[in-house]
């Protein structure tokens, strides 16, 4: 295995050839199969791939922090030219107290539960020397150093008494402890709202300087990685495929794995009329498995007889830029994904209609108002996204639609103008028919001890009044329009991967050929390859049977692909509703406005981050006037936080609300947002 | 419905590479069983169970003796090896004997007491997991005030209040071990109800009664087994309590561990040891012998 | 947190009342007479009116419960029946120290080792140490206490002579000389408890070791023992705790077997011949004071795993 060419003598982390393994029943099953790269003093480097690549097995073993049966079998590991792999268990505790440090996934798991933040804080000072006093000292400070508003407030709380993100930042905190030498981040905003996501990298963005850390980024999103980084290694079966900086490597991808990430996820705005989205084929080959020569030849358009019989070289494509592959040359040739034939066609009739519909929880601590008069309809054949921060009540909406929760009296859910039972067991077969629902998790949303055929006939039967062979007839046919074959039908979910088991879900929900399918987030588990399957799956679906759907995401770029119009959610309201188009002109609601520039752009746009401040509020104690006011960047003092706005038509179909006129609006956002309020210390 | 030719090879090779990963769920319940088999603790518990289950079912092929009446020709309190294999007794009758007709009783009585408990515990742990409410409540409180008084506290009052009768001590320990089962198929209940699809048959209509029994039961099978199995372990250490306290349910010269003990161990001090060491080996290897196959299958169904 | 205590109390206060209903109601729904089954079948008319009304059967089930309530609140159990003269209180309160003496030494030799054995055994997971731990505490947990004190006084009682075959000392003994005599009684309570406290804090302390705190903590540069003392044993022995105080009840009025067989003079045994002596005012305050031992250590426990863990005081006050 040769040397990246981009080796250099001042790497802050240098990883060369590097192999680990995990050991199972006493056979060594290979995880890393020669990873190689570097990453300088104060830059970022990005590592990018589908699951089970092994981009966070590189990252826990660059600090050595392996699981019991991991074994490195080969290469090295140097951290400031100390080589980590030779270290004795002592060198390697004062190594991770000194020079490395780690954020984490999800902050909330990340902390002790049972300890006060300040402790935890202060203990990261005390093991690299500290004096009880000057830690408790330097965790204040710690803690201003990431913005915490009320440092001694923090300091003094337990982990669940503070929200995700402002964990993060506290463990941020911790790991800057040390000022080290090398800094690695794993996928640290995943499972964080977009807008707090934001507020972390511009944290991590800000500090970046300041530290002058070699920093190792893990994200399975690529817009992060492209905000984020300075270079990026596209990892496959444990192998980096390509290197380069950024903006060479996703606007002039070299190698055909990185084409079909690049392509599987909605870029430069497209629209689910435009294109299809690419689905790469085939899975990464099993942890262990015997590589092919070229480890992407199986899945590789490209593939021809050399590579299957050679090993591809490293072949430089401009100044550090390189991709591992025969045939760089044709990469021209990996086909884009298909065009849309069939035009799409929204009906006029509202199908299912939301009309004035709250939902108080009644709890032993007081009323919490989940819903409050929310007006929303969908015509036929028509995705209508909706969005809006953890806790805004999409999912409540959801689940007072499909009859779970009784919405409070006033409101109706209508089908086809008639309101239907609130509670689904009150229903009638064909109110129950008309609406079904596809959830975030299908490892819950199925039924473990059923098979798929189980699954299927019975929700045939119960949704179309279908019995025996009749029933089992159409379940089999509607497993075949999902494209599941005769073999998965006796199996049970488990032995499904994650996107088979989705298409069940789905399966299920189209069983009595319903007219709207609720869609709760349903590809934020599966990797963008089988995303972008799943969504081509729901868009097919649609222009054939021309089923409506409501989209719950917190991806502004699926919605933005998939739906047709989009409905805004916050704290419980609808602050805005309109057709996507309008909506990506403007004008939209500051809340919009603050979503829409939260997302990080894997097409590299310039940013305009607009910060919302503060945290979302809770709903039982929502603020006066606009609920939104608290946290607005254009707030009028005086008006916003007595009067709530009402819900005033924009154009045609699209409604906001907000107080500021929307030609006032349309001006005020032509112009990027410049934030002149003094940063919080 | 068309399908486009990347979705199909995407489909097929995602099952494919599953196939191959995943065995098939026969498979899967045939790996269990395989790892059932050959855990140690699964056929150590098995060989002691099936020891006692034969004394229990026919004595006589094993016995040597009548253990009602005394050897003849042996005097009481022969050590063992003199003409009995595990000596006699205070008046003479044979150990060995009384041992394995011993077994009967219990092996009648504890099953028995489980399988009440289990049936109206699942029963009641699956509705109050539920349904909750304020049925849950009253119910849970009412279970909590029966498990703050140890079992064999309240079995001793009951047996004494309506009689120490075999059905009466069934009866007992039966109704006394529902709480701690009903506590943990609620627990295993509660958390199968969180999930989606649960939600999602509520979404099509479906009515409790089906979620419960349908959708929910299959799933909380492998908790209700290993509980059972612990529980079972339980009704034998409380049956041999109350026969060790006089209440056996029997005469008191039937046969019986728990008796046997009791009426012999004062005579421990006399060097007199084998009448109550053999009964208490043998009610020790059963509860053991059972606990170990409770653990095993613990250990293969959570694999 | 007095929110969650006061909570907490209230909840006891129910229990403790379904258990006087369960209390008053079991001789009242006997078949037959219970009077004439307790004071047996050749009792003289008077001997079985007395039982009756030890019984309180002449009495209508409202009067018997609401006197049983008076009785709670005016902490006046009355008197034994077969003794007369001598309160109720003070035989359970003679019993009761028997039976704290004997509970006190147990688990303070109890939770060390088997706390110890679970953390060693987590520690060393799926090594011979941990599968020996885990299968000799499976093994020999709910074996009966007579059994094992039964086979006790066999091997170590009888041929050792520094362990006693009775658990009671003689008037006046030194307190070493008591603890000598509690001696097997207590090993008895270690072998039958060892395993079932020392897997719960095994499996505990797993999650605790896998789970990303732990990581963190290891990440941060701390040693082994450092991670464990500072970050693992808070998390890990909250369910421990929570097993002791359910199990304190049972220790102090469960042991029936092993008081028999130790001849020494607790609450169980004192609860069992009042039941044998149709006793019951005995009975009656006997377990009663099991109930109240239970609910007072569950408290406890309960308060121990608030102090524990901030998240468990949030949930208990806001109910589960």
Redesign the interface.
């Known amino acids: 295995m040769t040397a990246s060419p981009t080796a250099t003598d001042t790497a802050a982390l240098s990883i060369r050839d590097l192999e680990m393994a995990y050991m199972v029943r006493g056979t060594p099953r290979a995880v890393l199969r020669g990873v190689s790269f570097d990453v300088r003093a104060g830059e970022a480097y990005g590592l990018v791939g589908e699951s089970g690549c092994g981009k966070s097995t590189t990252a826990y073993t660059a600090l050595r922090y392996l699981p019991s049966n991991g074994l490195i079998q080969g290469g090295t590991i140097s951290v400031g030219g100390r080589e980590v792999t030779a270290m004795s268990s002592k060198e390697l505790r004062e190594f991770r107290a000194n020079h490395a440090s780690m954020v984490y996934q999800d902050p909330v798991q990340a902390v002790n539960p049972v300890l006060k933040i300040g402790r935890q804080v202060a203990e990261s000072f005390e093991v690299i020397g500290h004096s009880k006093g000057e830690a408790k000292e330097l965790a204040h400070k710690a803690l201003q150093r990431v913005h915490i508003a009320d440092p001694e407030g923090v300091l003094e709380r337990y982990p669940h008494q503070l929200s995700g993100g402002m964990l993060q930042r506290v463990v941020i905190a911790m790991a800057l402890a040390s000022d080290p030498l090398l800094l690695v981040l794993d996928e640290p905003t995943t499972g964080l709202d977009a807008t707090v996501e934001a507020e972390v990298l511009d944290l991590v963005r800000e500090l970046r300087d300041e530290i002058g850390a070699a920093i190792l980024l893990i994200a399975h999103n690529l817009g992060v990685i492209r905000t984020m980084c300075d270079r990026v290694g596209i990892m496959y079966a444990g192998r980096i495929v390509e290197e380069g900086t950024v903006e060479d490597v996703f606007d002039n991808p070299s190698h055909p794995y990185t084409v079909g990430l690049l392509n599987s996820i909605p870029r430069h705005g497209a629209r689910k009329t435009d294109r299809e989205l690419f689905s790469i084929p085939g899975n990464l080959p099993q942890i262990g498995d015997p590589l092919p020569t070229c480890v992407y030849v199986a899945r590789c358009p490209l593939a021809t007889d050399k590579c299957s019989a050679e090993v591809p070289p490293i072949v430089a494509r401009s100044d550090g830029h390189w991709t591992r592959c025969h045939h760089p040359d044709r990469i021209d040739e990996v086909p884009l994904p298909d065009e849309v034939s069939t035009a799409h066609n929204v009906g006029t009739e509202e199908v299912i209609g939301v009309h004035g519909v709250s939902k108080t929880f009644h709890q032993r601590s007081g009323d919490v108002p989940a819903l409050v008069g929310v007006d929303l309809g969908f015509a036929e054949g028509e995705t209508l996204g909706l969005v809006g921060e953890s806790g805004s009540g999409k999912s409540t909406l959801a689940k007072t639609m499909l009859g779970v929760h009784e919405p409070d009296e006033g409101g109706a859910i209508t089908l086809r103008g008639r309101p239907m039972a609130t509670k689904s067991i009150d229903r009638e077969t064909e109110s129950i028919r008309a609406i079904q629902m596809v959830f975030q998790n299908p490892d819950s949303a199925l039924n473990r001890s059923w098979t798929v055929r189980r699954i299927l006939t019975r929700a045939v039967s119960k949704l179309t009044g279908k019995s025996g062979d009749d029933a089992e007839a159409q379940a089999v046919q509607i497993a075949h329009a999902m494209q599941l074959s005769d073999r998965h039908l006796d199996m049970r979910p488990r032995q499904l991967s994650g996107g088979l088991k989705q298409r069940v879900a789905i399966a299920r929900a189209f069983a009595g050929d319903p007219d709207v399918v609720v869609a709760d987030e349903p590809t934020s588990a599966l990797d963008v390859s089988v995303q972008a399957a799943i969504l081509n799956l729901l868009a097919e679906l649609q222009r054939d049977v021309r089923t409506s759907y409501l989209f719950i995401t917190h991806d502004i770029g699926v919605v933005r692909y998939l739906a047709d119009r989009i409905a805004v959610m916050y704290v419980g309201r609808v602050m805005e509703v309109g057709p996507t188009d309008v909506m990506f002109e403007g004008p939209i609601h500051p809340y919009t406005e603050a979503l829409l520039s939260a997302v990080p752009s894997v097409d590299g746009e310039a940013e305009n981050r607009i910060p919302l401040k503060g945290e979302i509020p809770s709903p039982k104690n929502p603020p006066p006037g606009c609920v939104f006011h608290t946290r607005c960047h254009r707030v009028i003092e005086g008006t916003c936080d007595k009067i709530e706005p009402p819900m005033v038509e924009v154009s045609l179909g699209h409604s906001i609300k907000c107080h500021i006129p929307p030609d006032e609006l349309l001006e005020m956002q032509k112009v990027p947002w410049v934030d002149h309020s003094v940063p919080e210390l | 419905?068309?399908?486009?030719p990347?979705?199909?090879?995407?489909?097929?090779?995602?099952?494919d590479?599953?196939?191959?990963?995943?065995?098939?769920?026969k498979q899967v319940r045939k790996e269990q069983r395989r790892l059932l088999f050959r855990s140690p603790?699964f056929i150590i518990g098995t060989i002691i169970i099936g020891f006692w289950v034969l004394s229990g079912l026919w004595p006589e092929l094993l016995d040597r003796f009548d253990p009602k009446a005394s050897v003849p020709g042996v005097s009481p309190r022969t050590p063992p090896g003199d003409g009995t294999w595990w000596g006699t007794d205070r008046l003479g009758r044979d150990v060995y004997s009384r041992v394995v007709h011993g077994a009967r009783p219990i092996l009648i009585a504890a099953p028995a007491a489980t399988v009440i408990a289990a049936f109206f515990g699942t029963l009641l742990g699956l509705f109050t997991g539920y349904f909750r409410g304020w049925v849950d409540e009253i119910i849970s409180?009412?279970l909590?005030?029966?498990?703050?008084?140890?079992?064999?506290?309240l079995a001793?009052?009951?047996v004494?209040?309506?009689?120490a009768t075999t059905p009466v001590i069934i009866g007992t320990i039966g109704f006394l071990f529902i709480p701690a089962i009903a506590r943990t198929v609620r627990a295993a209940t509660l958390a199968e109800a969180q999930?989606?699809?649960v939600?999602?048959a509520?979404?099509?209509?479906?009515?409790s009664l089906f979620i419960i029994g349908r959708?929910i039961f299959?799933?909380i099978v492998g908790v209700v087994i290993v509980e059972v199995t612990?529980r079972l372990?339980?009704a034998?250490?409380t049956l041999?309590?109350l026969a060790?306290?006089g209440l056996s349910g029997g005469n008191a010269t039937d046969p019986n561990w728990?008796l046997d003990?009791?009426q012999n161990?004062q005579q421990?001090?006399a060097?007199v040891?084998w009448p109550?060491?053999f009964p208490?080996?043998a009610?020790?290897t059963l509860?053991?012998g059972v606990?170990?196959m409770a653990?095993s299958i613990d250990e293969a169904l959570k694999s | 947190m007095k929110r969650f205590i006061i909570r907490r109390l209230l909840l006891s206060v129910v229990t403790l009342g379904i258990i006087l209903i369960l209390i008053t109601l079991i001789p009242n729904i006997a078949p037959g007479d219970p009077a004439r089954k307790i004071a047996g079948g050749t009792a003289s008319p008077e001997r079985l009116a007395a039982v009756t009304e030890s019984l309180g059967l002449d009495k209508s089930v409202i009067e018997q419960l609401t006197d049983l309530v008076t009785d709670v609140f005016t902490l006046d159990l009355g008197e034994s029946f077969t003794r007369p003269g001598t309160s109720v209180w003070s035989l359970v309160s003679t019993s009761l120290f028997n039976s704290t003496k004997l509970v006190v030494f147990a688990l303070l030799l109890v939770l060390p080792v088997a706390i110890i054995g679970g953390l060693v055994a987590a520690y060393r997971r799926d090594t011979w140490l941990d599968r020996v731990i885990v299968n000799l505490g499976v093994a020999l947990s709910s074996l009966p206490e007579f059994v094992v004190g039964a086979l006790f006084l066999v091997l170590l009682a009888v041929p050792i002579d520094f362990f006693r075959v009775v658990a009671d000392p003689p008037a006046g003994a030194s307190f070493l000389t008591e603890l000598q005599y509690l001696l097997l009684p207590v090993f008895t309570v270690l072998t039958v408890y060892f395993g079932y406290i020392a897997r719960i804090t095994r499996a505990s302390t797993i999650t605790a070791i896998e789970s990303d705190y732990t990581r963190t903590a290891f990440m941060r540069g701390l040693s082994t023992s450092e991670v464990f003392r500072k970050h693992v044993l808070r998390n890990s022995l909250v369910p421990t705790v929570a097993v002791v105080g359910t199990q304190l009840g049972y220790l102090f009025g469960g042991m029936v077997g092993l008081e028999l067989i130790y001849n020494y003079p607790g609450l169980g045994r004192m609860i069992f011949d009042a039941v044998d002596s149709a006793d019951y005012p005995l009975l009656r305050g006997g377990v009663l004071t099991v109930a109240i031992i239970y609910m007072l250590a569950t408290l406890a426990a309960d308060l121990i795993i608030a102090w524990m863990n901030p998240r468990a005081r949030l949930s208990l006050s806001e109910g589960s």
Do not use: C, H, K
């Open positions: 419905m068309t399908t486009t990347e979705n199909i090879e995407t489909v097929a090779a995602e099952s590479d599953r196939a191959v990963a995943v065995a098939t769920r603790s409180r009412i909590e005030a029966i498990l703050s008084i140890p079992a064999i506290l001793i009052v009951i004494f209040t309506f009689g999930l989606d699809y939600t999602a509520q979404m099509r209509g479906e009515r959708e299959p799933n612990v372990g339980y034998i250490f041999a309590t060790f306290l728990g003990v009791a161990y421990v001090v060097e040891w109550t060491v208490a080996l009610i020790g509860v053991i606990n170990l653990d």
